[in-house]
């Protein structure tokens, strides 16, 4: 699976918009980008994914740029809750192909 | 849904018991995964399994690591000799495989100290 390299930390307003950034450079075409996010001493969620389309759900959005060298997950009003660690995912998806690997993720603090 | 059952929650135990963790994926899923979760090392996957066959083990640390699934409703991750570096934070998680988009459900963890 391709390597991403996101920020360590972030802060984000309450309320505002988070953007929180990931570059996955060497993504090839049949790799996926899946997002998911770890709050204290939960299990991790898992958010959103896509391939090359911007998609859209309840939680989040994902754009993901034309080369798809890079994609930013946005949070549109980040709440108190939204506090968690989120980690960006590239994989294969589809028959043998299941397992994650995390990398060190993006800590974002929502601040009051 | 009760989700990914994980037991126990907590688990403190001295250097060289034996450890038992247990997993109920959720009631439909085919795929079970192990991960560990430390400071230093992040999360790791340790193991998974399709169809309750072991499928990848290739992140089990050691001979003292070994993981059963005797049926679509139950796993066990089982430590034996257990030592201090063992501590840390275990996660189970279930998923449809081949699914819409294979996402992984995690349970809530079992934290083990080794003392």
């Known amino acids: 699976d391709a390597k991403t390299t996101q920020p360590p930390s972030m802060d984000c307003a309450e309320g505002r918009a988070a953007n929180l950034p990931c570059n996955h450079s060497t993504i090839s075409g049949n790799e996926y980008v899946y997002w998911y996010r770890q709050i ?12 090359k389309n ?59 | 849904d009760a989700g990914v059952i994980q037991s126990p929650r907590h688990e403190v135990t001295e250097m060289g018991q034996e450890v038992t963790l247990r997993c109920k994926p959720i009631s439909g899923h085919n795929s079970l995964f192990w991960y560990r979760q430390t400071m230093m090392r992040g999360l790791e996957l340790l193991i998974y399994f399709n169809n309750n066959v072991p499928i990848d083990d290739s992140g089990m640390p050691e001979d003292r690591f070994s993981a059963k699934m005797p049926n679509a409703s139950f796993s066990t991750l089982k430590i034996q000799p257990s030592e201090p570096r063992d501590s840390a934070v275990y996660f189970c998680a279930s998923t449809v495989a081949g699914g819409h988009n294979n996402e992984q459900f995690f349970g809530p963890g079992t934290r083990l100290t080794v003392l």
Not at chain 1, 40 to 51: F, K, N
Not at chain 1, 74 to 91: F, S
């Open chain 1, 40 to 51: 204290h001493s939960q299990g991790p969620q898992y958010i959103i994914h896509g391939l």
């Open chain 1, 54 to 112: 911007n998609e859209t759900n309840e939680m989040a959005s994902l754009i993901i740029t034309e080369d798809r060298k890079s994609s930013t997950l946005i949070l549109p009003h980040a709440t108190l809750r939204d506090t968690a660690v989120y980690y960006c995912i590239v994989r294969v998806s589809g028959a043998g192909s299941y397992q994650l690997t995390f990398g060190k993720g993006t800590k974002l603090s929502v601040i009051p």
